[in-house]
């Protein structure tokens, strides 16, 4: 890969970890939301405020995965794979489609009337998206010719 490429897919590795600890919607983080939950579906009658609420442990919420997404992005920078760069990425894009599915599904009437406030503040979710856009861009440059 080339050498803007490798610093690139660095600073989006930084971003999308720093982005995990930031708030996605509203004042919900990434440590706020279990994975079970992302899985089943959040319960009927919760609001965004009760999600926020939740105590969960770092081992059980959005925030594993989304760490070692940033984990995996670090590792396709210092060694040039662009397998693990794709696989990141592609777990990265994937998990926060399920947020956004499940948060639609559960919470649709709030978001489409609240939206402003919902999304002014969300630092996190702009850190961890656009890390992974970046990323992705980063991935779609062409590999460096060899010498003649």
């Not at 992302?38 to 009658?45: K, Q």
């Not at 105590?55 to 060694?79: N, R």
């Not at 639609?104 to 406030?117: K, L, P, W």
């Amino acid at each position: 890969m080339r050498t803007f490429v490798h610093l690139l897919l660095l600073v989006c590795a930084v971003a999308v970890a720093v982005g995990t600890f930031g708030p996605l919607i509203g004042t919900v983080e990434a440590r706020h939301v279990p994975l079970t939950e992302l899985r089943d579906g959040f319960p009927a009658g919760r609001s965004l405020d009760q999600i926020q609420a939740q105590s969960v442990t770092l081992q059980t919420s959005l925030a594993v995965v989304l760490l070692a997404v940033a984990a995996v992005l670090l590792l396709t920078t210092l060694f040039g794979s662009r397998l693990l760069g794709w696989l990141g990425v592609l777990v990265g894009l994937a998990s926060l489609g399920v947020l956004a599915w499940r948060l639609d599904s559960s919470f649709d009437s709030q978001i489409r009337t609240d939206y402003h406030t919902l999304f002014s503040g969300t630092w996190g979710l702009y850190a961890v998206g656009g890390g992974l856009v970046v990323a992705l861009l980063c991935l779609l440059v062409p590999r460096e010719r060899r010498g003649f």
